[in-house]
């Protein structure tokens, strides 16, 4: 399995079981047209998440904002985000347990475990 394709499984697994926009039968409830900020950004969130080292959720919050929302077409030169202010970015509303199951798949490959 590729390396993004572990996190991608393991923010499934994370973030999509519990949000707010999951329907019944497990699939994605956003309307037609809109895209997951996880989804849409994964390779942006994975290097924020990855140039981070800290105990601190703020340092993850600063890197995720500077290195995926400042790219993000929702987010204005201001930077302002209509969705992350009305909690309705998925990258935003789930950001800790974002960064944690990143971090995990980090821990499980530094000792070589890997998820199949």
């Given at each position: 399995m590729e390396r993004t394709d572990l996190y991608h499984q393991a923010l499934k697994e994370r973030v999509c079981g519990i949000c707010l926009d999951r329907l019944d039968d497990g699939s994605c409830g956003l309307?037609?047209?809109?895209?997951c900020a996880?989804?849409?950004?994964?390779?942006?969130?994975?290097r924020a998440v990855e140039a981070v080292e800290s105990d601190k959720?703020?340092?993850?919050?600063?890197?995720i904002r500077n290195g995926v929302c400042a790219q993000c077409p929702n987010q204005t030169e201001a930077g302002y985000c209509h969705f992350r202010?009305?909690?309705?970015?998925?990258?935003d509303t789930f950001v800790y347990l974002v960064v944690e199951a990143i971090e995990g798949v980090k821990a499980r490959q530094a000792t070589g475990f890997v998820m199949r």
């Open positions: 309307p037609a047209g809109r895209n996880v989804d849409l950004h994964l390779p942006q969130i994975v959720i703020s340092d993850y919050v600063d890197s202010e009305n909690f309705d970015c998925t990258l």
